[in-house]
């Protein structure tokens, strides 16, 4: 036959818990993603290309001729200029 234990018996201490990994790992990604910012910001920057010459001047006016009128429905055409 079993025996049984008689009453209940309880731990004097509690059991150690393992400490938690989130405060290192929240320190761990904010250097990573503060590391990772300072490279990012120290690159020297990419020059910009010379802007693709236009037709259009800002400073200016020029006088364009109409070549042809295209009509594409009732309300709206494609006019078209010389080069």
Do not use: W
Request: glycine share 4%; hydrophobic share 35%; aromatic share 10%.
């Amino acid at each position: 036959m079993l025996k049984r234990a008689q009453g209940r018996r309880f731990a004097s201490t509690t059991p150690l818990e393992k400490p938690s990994k989130l405060p290192a790992i929240l320190l761990g990604s904010g250097l990573v993603g503060a590391s990772l910012y300072y490279f990012l910001e120290k690159r020297t920057p990419v020059p910009k290309p010379a802007p693709a010459r236009s037709a259009l001047d800002p400073q200016n006016y020029k006088d364009f001729k109409l070549k042809k009128i295209n009509p594409y429905n009732h309300n709206t055409s494609e006019c078209a200029f010389p080069l």
